[in-house]
């Protein structure tokens, strides 16, 4: 079975991508047919598997980490689709290893949500773990997020080398308490940063209540973000503070360049190669959002920015990022699995930083649950249409001459991204 | 506080309702908040003046309490106010004998109860307001819901809780459940009711598509604190889109 698996496999991505289908089919196919073609390819890579994991930012970190290593003359396998389901990764080395089944890469880095992060590491133990952030997320999934956190414990347990942590969030930060063999490093925000960062716990604290319980006393971290600018941003490592430009936007995903950085840092260190600060440094300020996450395409002459939102701290921190003035804003609301059927976390993101301007289009098989959660925030509503493609095609024709951004969902993201590819330059993810 | 209230707040205000939140900082697990929110807004849309405040745990108890709200957690979250909770069993029971309207989710519908067993046979006392008992499971019960109820009609909300619940003969169900579990995976009932007291595992948040719950809830306060209610006329178009575009979604 072993000797067709590959070739199968790399047929079915084939057929299934001339059908213009999804990336987890052929990867589905070989983990049927041949469950230990991941472990086995993975484990030849000589400087191993790093796991990307938490609530918020895998995608745009992943795209990190693999644009520093690639910096440093590392060549990386990914699972660049944003497939983050273990077929998923089974799918994108489908793509890239030869028809023998060989996978020609130092080290491996990849995206996994938390769930499958778990089934992949108890099958293939990584090197090294990012452990990001627990926030409230598609708990229709996961029930609570405490659970979450456990699952997160069981990836840091399985790794074999190093662990980097969030030291920001304590649900991450305590994980390193239950470590025993592993090397753990943190990064970290300073304090003039800390209130930018809402999270679910002081959600509803009351002013000046007790903070929930952090650590008692901060470890050192391996890069802290010190400052963030209009394009730029400072980071503290090995002693000293160092400025880059950015081309990400969005404090959070300005943070996740720290846990890109120390990730980077680390593996680098682990003797993959011999870390180049300036050549690293000029990587991150390159690194382009990826797909949907604060992603800028152009619409009659002007900016059209997709910020994905998922959970109540991504909405949240979506709309702090990304003020509202000046621009026609829509709004893209999906309950489909991917998304979460539970609409409750729209109750958890206040939106009064959209009361000045209003919001032009609801859409999505929720903008009606959208329309009510506004209007007892009130904010002005122009036009809700459930159907994607008419919502956009007003809010494009209406909006002329404003430069406009969509919130939405991750398969609202899907259904718009395919119908701008109809009028505008869509980079093509497959 | 807004400028909703502060429009509204034009024609002299028909009298104040205060909301008390219980254990908003421990249990707000599903958009518990929004239940809150729209019993402040429709306050006001009624004509009236909300002044909704938090009980946390350690808090002094408020006075004059018209209406309760209060959510669902995590367990830890349920572990956190255990003691705090028994400490204002009494106050709570008082409130409750006396036809105070209460809206407990979830986690906090649990601990009205008598109490809570979990999987491994933990007993955790319920202040025993409401006759209901729980007990853990290792099923989850997650999806949409539909209840088909006498008082409020299509009652429309989304469950998840693994604890199930069975009535006893102090209650009554809130509903039946044409969509979705409900209470608990045999008897097809979701939530209770005991005298001004709406018990249920629905979020969603459950208040703004079924305004019919909210405005009891005001009614029951306004009546009691004032002797009658004069609504006023919240426009709830965007609710009743909401309604049946949520109706239609798959479990």
Request: charged share 20%; with cysteine.
């Amino acid at each position: 079975m072993v000797f067709f698996s590959v070739p199968l496999g790399k047929l079915v991505r084939r057929v299934s991508r001339l059908r213009g289908g999804g990336s987890a089919l052929p990867g589905l196919v070989v983990e049927k047919i041949d469950p230990g073609f991941m472990r086995r390819t993975l484990s030849t890579l000589p400087h191993g598997v790093a796991v990307v994991s938490g609530t918020n930012g895998k995608t745009t970190t992943t795209k990190m980490v693999v644009e520093l290593l690639e910096s440093q003359g590392l060549k990386v396998f990914t699972n660049r689709t944003g497939s983050n389901f273990t077929r998923g990764v089974a799918a994108a080395l489908l793509g890239e290893v030869d028809w023998r089944g060989r996978l020609d890469a130092d080290v491996a880095v990849l995206e996994l949500d938390e769930a499958h992060a778990v089934h992949f590491v108890n099958s293939v133990p990584p090197r090294y773990c990012l452990l990001l952030n627990v926030l409230r997320d598609q708990l229709d999934r996961f029930g609570e997020i405490d659970k979450t956190a456990q699952l997160l414990q069981h990836i840091a347990a399985k790794t074999t080398g190093t662990v980097v942590l969030n030291r920001e969030d304590p649900r991450v930060a305590r994980i390193a308490d239950t470590l025993t063999g592993q090397e753990v490093k943190y990064f970290g925000l300073d304090e003039s940063l800390l209130g930018t960062f809402p999270n679910d716990d002081d959600m509803r604290a009351a002013p000046g209540s007790p903070a929930p319980a952090g650590l008692p006393q901060k470890p050192q971290a391996d890069v802290v973000l010190l400052k963030v600018g209009a394009d730029s941003a400072e980071f503290a490592y090995d002693g000293g503070t160092f400025t880059t430009a950015m081309k990400l936007r969005g404090v959070y995903n300005i943070f996740n360049a720290a846990a890109a950085l120390t990730l980077a840092r680390s593996i680098c260190g682990g003797g993959a190669a011999t870390a180049n600060h300036a050549t690293l440094l000029e990587a991150l300020s390159r690194v382009a959002p990826a797909f949907g996450r604060g992603e800028s395409l152009t619409v009659d002459g002007l900016p059209l920015d997709l910020v994905l939102v998922k959970n109540p701290s991504g909405f949240r921190l979506g709309l702090k990022s990304f003020p509202a003035g000046g621009y026609a804003t829509m709004i893209a609301i999906n309950d489909n699995y991917a998304d979460g059927r539970d609409m409750s976390w729209l109750w958890d993101v206040e939106f009064d930083s959209l009361r000045a301007e209003g919001v032009d289009q609801l859409t999505g098989s929720r903008a009606y649950d959208m329309a009510l959660r506004l209007q007892y925030d009130d904010v002005r509503i122009g036009a809700v249409q459930p159907e994607i493609a008419p919502a956009l095609a007003a809010f494009i024709r209406e909006g002329r001459g404003k430069p406009k951004r969509i919130f939405c969902t991750y398969t609202a993201m899907l259904a718009i991204r395919r119908e701008l590819a109809k009028i505008t330059t869509v980079e093509v993810v497959s | 506080m807004n400028p909703a209230e502060a429009s509204t707040a034009a024609a002299p205000s028909k009298g104040t309702l205060r909301v008390v939140q219980l254990y908003p900082r421990d249990m707000n697990i599903y958009g518990d908040w929004g239940n809150a929110l729209v019993l402040q807004r429709r306050i006001a849309w009624h004509g009236y003046t909300p002044d909704v405040l938090e009980y946390n745990v350690g808090d002094p108890f408020p006075d004059n309490v018209d209406i309760i709200v209060g959510g669902g957690g995590q367990d830890s979250g349920q572990l956190a106010i255990q003691d705090d909770l028994q400490a204002r069993a009494g106050e709570l029971r008082e409130l409750a004998e006396e036809g105070a309207p209460m809206l407990v989710i979830c986690g906090l519908y649990q601990l009205f109860g008598r109490f809570f067993k979990t999987r491994t046979g933990a007993v955790i006392p319920g202040i025993g307001i409401l006759d209901v008992e729980t007990h853990g499971t290792d099923e989850r019960l997650i999806g949409n819901v539909k209840v088909s109820t006498s008082e409020f009609g299509e009652v429309l909300g989304y469950e998840n809780h693994s604890g199930q619940t069975t009535l006893g003969s102090g209650v009554r169900p809130l509903g039946t459940v044409p969509k979705g579990t409900g209470n608990n995976s045999t008897d097809g009932h979701e939530g209770a009711r005991y005298r001004n007291i709406v018990a249920s595992y629905l979020h969603g948040s459950l208040l703004p598509k079924n305004p019919a719950i909210a405005d009891f809830l005001i009614r029951t306060a306004a009546e009691r604190k004032f002797g009658s209610f004069s609504p006023g006329t919240p426009d709830d178009a965007y609710a009743v889109l909401a309604r049946e575009h949520a109706a239609r979604r798959p479990r």
